[in-house]
């Protein structure tokens, strides 16, 4: 048996077909319980059916309301039922949000969606997709082709995003609406409630869900019809060319330097176009790597890592969420345009700053080093691998866990309880100094506390002896304060102390003490 023309079967069960046969023809109404009462009907009597659908009734809802009321009777019925619906109706269904018939499926029931004529089977890609994409395909130099590159049809143009977070999350996410035929995701973190600022595909919904399980979820939202693959690790010298190497465009959207080195170097040796994002503060930067004869690797460009000490994470640094946004949206966009082959071709640097009157600036990047060891022939031919790299110790070795090492006890420190019993003690002379910056000192404060930044501390610290006092020195994780106390030591005999831990540990005790 063949499936009959303009039919889309919704529901494939295991008692139910479509094909030609003899059956008894129905045009309905847009009246709802009409609807239920004709399919119940059907499926009592176990009659061979096929129902008309015309746009009023979709546009009704009436169809997600029938299949979802009605699917076990339909599982259960040995009457083969067909679907059919007009070209009016096809328009109304693809405005539909169909995600409602796919959540929790039952096993026993396979989604189907048939093209609607043999016509459909010709086109280059499934009919629905004319109306989805058609707003990027009517553009000069996009066309079908572009939308075919896309893998719109079955020949796939794969993606890879590394990192689920503020870049990664817009990136992904345009990626899928566009209609990109496999997207990759790596990220071993799991969502967290400080990621909802700027890390758009995670909800409340999905505190402490895998990223990459989080976003799969929502790129099904955007598309459906775009494949998913998730890796829940973190990439490492012996897991990442075997990832890498599955896809036709890396994204980098990680936040540490070893990592960006090492895909830098995996993608160099393939010359697989790296589209490379950051973020920090109200600034951000974009480049393409490995794409085209002559363009740089991010090696190329970066042959030494910055000291240690220069660089800087959103959680010490902050971050606007915006920024993070208009970065990992050129990610994709840059993507789009290295898939479809608008891409110009030129090595540039892209810096963006949103506080400045002109937001966004170009540099123009070197080309290749002829004796880089990532992507230079003659690195190549030598057969340089990442396994025989240290990425970490290149890069000044392991970050500092700097909520541990502010818990470090010493001669001059003292508790969260210390401080309050000082505090507490109204015969005690105290001086509280929080040495923050003044943003971070109006988010929360001890009270009786005074801000002096530590940079304005260090500048002129005799300015700020306090006469017979003790004085505590607070700060966020209890570093910044360490290096106070070290500092007023040299110039005052009076008693000097800072808070171990620093207001991150007076939170613990104290639960009505913001956390941020």
């Known amino acids: 048996m063949t499936a009959p023309h303009n039919v889309f079967s919704i529901f494939e069960a295991t008692k139910i077909s479509y094909h030609q046969a003899s059956r008894d023809q129905y045009n309905l109404k847009s009246n709802r319980a009409g609807l239920v009462t004709l399919l119940r009907t059907l499926t009592d009597q176990t009659l061979e059916a096929s129902i008309t659908l015309t746009a009023g009734i979709l546009r009704n809802t009436l169809i997600t309301t029938l299949l979802m009321n009605e699917v076990e009777r339909i599982k259960t019925s040995s009457g083969p039922i067909s679907i059919n619906i007009n070209r009016a109706a096809r328009d109304t269904l693809d405005r539909r949000d169909w995600a409602k018939l796919y959540e929790e499926p039952d096993p026993g029931i396979k989604p189907l969606i048939v093209a609607s004529s043999e016509r459909d089977a010709e086109l280059p ?52 609406a566009a209609g990109i035929g496999k997207l990759g995701i790596v990220d071993h973190d799991v969502v967290e409630l400080s990621n909802l600022q700027r890390q758009i595909l995670h909800s409340d919904a999905t505190i402490g869900m895998p990223k990459v399980d989080s ?12 494949e998913v693959v998730t890796y829940n690790v973190s990439l490492t010298p012996l897991n990442a060319k075997q990832i890498l190497s599955n896809y036709d465009v890396v994204l980098d959207c990680t936040d540490n330097l070893p990592t960006r080195y090492l895909i830098s170097d995996i993608t160099a040796s393939t010359r697989t176009p790296l589209v490379s994002g950051g973020a920090l503060k109200y600034d951000g930067q974009l480049a393409v790597y490995n794409y085209g004869e002559d363009g740089p690797c991010f090696r190329c460009v970066f042959p030494k890592p910055p000291p240690k000490d220069a ?27 290295l898939i479809v082959g608008l891409h110009e071709g030129r090595p540039n640097l892209l810096v963006f700053s949103a506080l400045a009157i002109s937001p966004f600036r170009q540099i123009k990047l070197r080309p290749k080093r002829p004796q880089c060891i990532a992507c230079s022939p003659v690195s190549m031919a030598n057969g340089t691998t990442s396994n025989e790299i240290d990425y970490v110790a290149f890069c000044g070795g392991e970050d500092i866990d700097w909520k541990q090492s502010g818990m470090t006890y010493g001669e001059h420190r003292i508790t969260a309880k210390e401080l309050r019993q000082l505090m507490q003690n109204e015969a005690h002379q ?9 943003a971070e000192f109006s988010i929360c404060n001890l009270p009786g506390s005074k801000n002096i930044p530590l940079r304005q501390l260090l500048k002129t610290p005799s300015e700020f002896c306090a006469a017979d006092e003790t004085t505590v020195f607070v700060c966020r994780l209890g570093n910044d304060s360490q290096i106070a106390v070290q500092v007023m030591r040299n110039v005052t005999a009076n008693p000097v102390k800072d808070l171990i831990g620093g ?14």
């Not at 395909?137 to 995003?161: K, Q, V």
């Not at 976003?215 to 775009?226: A, E, M, S, T």
């Open 125 to 176: 890609l499934p009919l629905q997709d004319y109306r989805r994409y058609g707003r990027q395909m009517i553009l000069d130099g996009f066309g079908l082709a572009g939308s075919d590159a896309l893998n719109l049809s079955p020949r796939a143009t794969d993606s890879l995003n590394q990192r689920a977070g503020g870049l990664g999350c817009p990136a992904i996410q345009y990626l899928a």
């Open 215 to 226: 976003c799969k979820l929502g790129v099904q939202r955007i598309n459906p019809r775009v």
């Open 311 to 337: 660089e800087g994470s959103c959680e010490e640094s902050g971050v606007l969420g915006v920024v993070t946004g208009v970065i990992g949206t050129l990610q994709a966009m840059e993507a789009i345009k």
């Open 430 to 438: 105290l001086t509280i100094i929080d040495v923050r910056s003044p």
């Open 503 to 516: 207001l991150r540990q007076w939170s613990e005790m104290d639960s009505t003490f913001p956390v941020y």
